[in-house]
């Protein structure tokens, strides 16, 4: 059936040295040139098929197969199947009369290569076409199973012929060796297509998954990232091989040191769970936390990384924790002592002030309250707060005297972790705090120069930065100022700011002196002795008439305060049901006006360096006659009308300290 062709040279060496050698072993030339021709036509069709498939794969490969096996086996028809569930095969390759033509696919029953199903090589030398009238043309059919590494019959190879095909145990063996080739080639093909298909899978699952995932190089450059980690970074996916770690770093010191400790550990290929991370997507720069899982790759050569977006747990977190802080701080308001439950009077001096309140609390305008020391400004702040747009939020309160100049700035604005000796932890300021809501900045005359400066950013800007941080916060807070120092004179004497002071001074209420309002000291009489009198277990059914007279005459320097602080005394002091206050209870607090640098206008009726030395006298003698007791009810702070904190920094400022008293 394999033509024969004219020898080549090499093949006629070979064939004179076979030749010698049978000669030389005493064998007939006749029988050894046969062995020889033969031997030389199987290496010829050896040759054919190796050379035709050696450089093919694929779809490829089993088109040089058909086609070399039809010329070797010198048939018309060569064609390689694979097998369709139930009973169907469908063709890879099919050579027909000297060229490839369509793949197609057809019922295995009825056909020759049913026959081939069963698992054994089938050779029909002749009648195919009387045993199967559908293979009209066909004398001859060799056929062998394609069978898979674990034993399944994948498909079939097989020949046709139009004439008959003898049986030749060397044919049959050659195509069992090609119908094992092509069988392997089979079987790669479907474990390809199933790679292929699990790489799809995966591929999805990577691309498609809830958590962001990300492969980065030991160059931390990334190396792949799926959608969930481009949207949570604010990336395209064509920016995904410029990004690395150091693309998300934000300008926070705690956070850079994090990134970077977390970078570390991609290049030395160790295991990091759980850390927490503050980010800046690409696109906006809008802050971002995620919690993030690296682990390095079997190969090395990589890291896959995981992490989630945990931004809204954390801006949660962090609002809990304001909330929490107020909460802390409404307590602690709660747990002190105010001056009023409510605004006492009916004076046409105060109508007019609460005019004015009504007026401004609606608006978010920047109120500036005016008073001597004592005459309620923490009261109308509160006034203004409760009425106004911001009511359902917190009143944050920060005396800027009671502070020292290095804490003010702390206090107001918060400080990061280690920003100076002591900052173990960061700090939520009262700015973060009042966020929405309303400041209210007593003794805004106290506030240092530096600190001055950065107060009126906030005020022009709604922003601020942490001590010790360069993180750019946004605030939303309406400001309410108090103080009882002539700001226009400390203006002058280089100690405020006047900007400050335009800023703050939108809209300035000036609060009357008790001693301006006469008219409503019986109805605050009246109001401190409901307040008290339980407190201290006193019963009062009425006032004296005298002491009523003598309460209405005095000049009150210590105004509202000063009178809470009388009342309680004389309640103290009572056995009947009726209060009186004597004169020498009048004649222990200070006889003067406050000093010039506390009141709004000075009085031009004594030196300021008189009045200072006034003050000083008077509250040395009380601080001697309280043995240098400054709170509780005996406390100095109580007997001057004056709040400790207050009291201890006109202690400073006069310099008197108990060391430096000469009096034994």
Not at 79 to 105: C, H, K, M
Not at 303 to 315: G, N
Not at 416 to 442: C, K, M, P, V, Y
Request: overall charge neutral.
């Amino acid at each position: 059936m394999i033509p024969r062709r004219a020898m080549d040279p090499v093949a006629s060496e070979a064939h004179n040295e076979h030749q010698g050698r049978e000669e030389l072993m005493g064998g007939e030339p006749d029988d050894n040139i046969a062995t020889a021709a033969r031997a030389l036509v199987d290496m010829e069709a050896l040759r054919v098929l190796a050379e035709g498939t050696a450089r093919a794969l694929g779809e490829g490969f089993f088109r040089e197969l058909v086609k070399s096996l039809a010329q070797v086996m010198n048939a018309e028809h060569a064609f390689v199947a694979e097998f369709t569930p139930p009973q169907r095969a469908r063709t890879l390759a099919y050579w027909s009369n000297g060229r490839i033509i369509d793949n197609f696919e057809y019922a295995v029953p009825g056909t020759p290569c049913e026959r081939v199903t069963g698992g054994d090589l089938c050779h029909i030398p002749s009648g195919v076409q009387r045993q199967y009238p559908a293979e009209r043309g066909i004398e001859g059919y060799l056929g062998t199973p394609l069978r898979s590494q674990d034993g399944r019959i994948l498909g079939h190879l097989c020949v046709l012929s139009k004439d008959a095909m003898p049986t030749q145990p060397r044919n049959l063996l050659l195509f069992e060796i090609f119908g094992a080739r092509a069988a392997a080639e089979l079987d790669r093909l479907r474990m390809e297509q199933r790679l292929r298909e699990s790489e799809l899978r995966l591929q999805d699952l990577f691309d498609e998954a809830p958590i962001a995932y990300v492969h980065e190089g030991l160059d931390l450059q990334f190396i792949s990232a799926n959608r969930t980690a481009c949207c949570t970074l604010g990336i395209q996916p064509e920016e995904v091989p410029q990004c690395n770690g150091q693309t998300f770093s934000p300008d926070a010191p705690d956070a850079k040191e994090r990134i970077v400790a977390a970078m570390a550990s991609i290049r030395s290929g160790t295991d990091t769970s759980g850390v927490v991370l503050e980010l800046r997507r690409k696109d906006n720069g809008k802050p971002l936390w995620i919690q993030w899982w690296s682990r390095p790759d079997p190969c090395g050569k990589f890291t896959r990384s995981m992490f989630l977006d945990i931004t809204e747990r954390v801006l949660m977190e962090r609002e809990h924790a304001q909330l929490q802080a107020q909460n802390i701080y409404l307590r602690e308001e709660i747990q002190s002592q105010h001056n009023f439950e409510e605004i006492i009077g009916a004076g046409a001096g105060l109508r007019r002030l609460l005019d004015q309140v009504r007026q401004v609390a609606p608006t978010d305008a920047t109120a500036l309250i005016l008073g001597e020391t004592g005459t309620g400004k923490e009261l109308i702040a509160r006034a203004i707060h409760s009425v106004s747009r911001r009511a359902d939020r917190p009143l944050i309160k920060i005396n800027c005297a009671a502070l020292s100049p290095g804490l003010i700035e702390s206090e107001l604005f918060g400080h990061e972790r280690g920003a100076f000796s002591g900052a173990i932890q960061r700090r939520i300021g009262r700015f973060e705090l009042a966020h929405r809501g309303t400041l209210f900045l007593d003794e805004i005359g106290e506030v240092p120069a530096d600190v001055q400066v950065k107060l009126l950013r906030v005020l022009q800007e709604r922003e601020f930065e942490r001590v010790g941080g360069n993180e750019i916060i946004k605030t939303d807070v309406r400001v309410i100022a108090a103080t009882n120092r002539n700001l226009r004179k400390a203006i002058l004497d280089g100690t405020f700011r006047a900007d400050l002071f335009y800023r703050l001074n939108v809209f300035p209420l000036q609060l009357p002196a008790l001693r301006d309002r006469r008219e409503d000291i019986p109805l605050l009489v009246q109001f401190f002795v409901q307040r008290h009198s339980p407190r201290v277990g006193r019963r009062i059914e009425a006032i004296e008439g005298e002491t009523m007279e003598r309460l209405t005459r005095y000049p009150w320097p210590g105004n509202i305060r000063e009178l809470e602080n009388i009342v309680e005394r004389a309640l103290i002091l009572t056995t009947s049901s009726v209060l009186t206050v004597s004169p020498d209870v009048l004649s222990e607090t200070m006889p003067v006006a406050a000093p010039a640098d506390e009141t709004p206008e000075p009085t031009g009726r004594a030196a300021p360096g008189d009045l200072n030395q006034v003050q000083r006298d008077h509250i040395l003698g009380t601080l001697r006659k309280t043995n240098w007791v400054i709170e509780g009810a005996r406390g100095a702070a109580v007997l001057l009308g004056m709040k400790p904190a207050t009291l201890r920094h006109r202690m400073k400022k006069l310099g008197i300290s108990r060391t430096g008293d000469s009096e034994s």
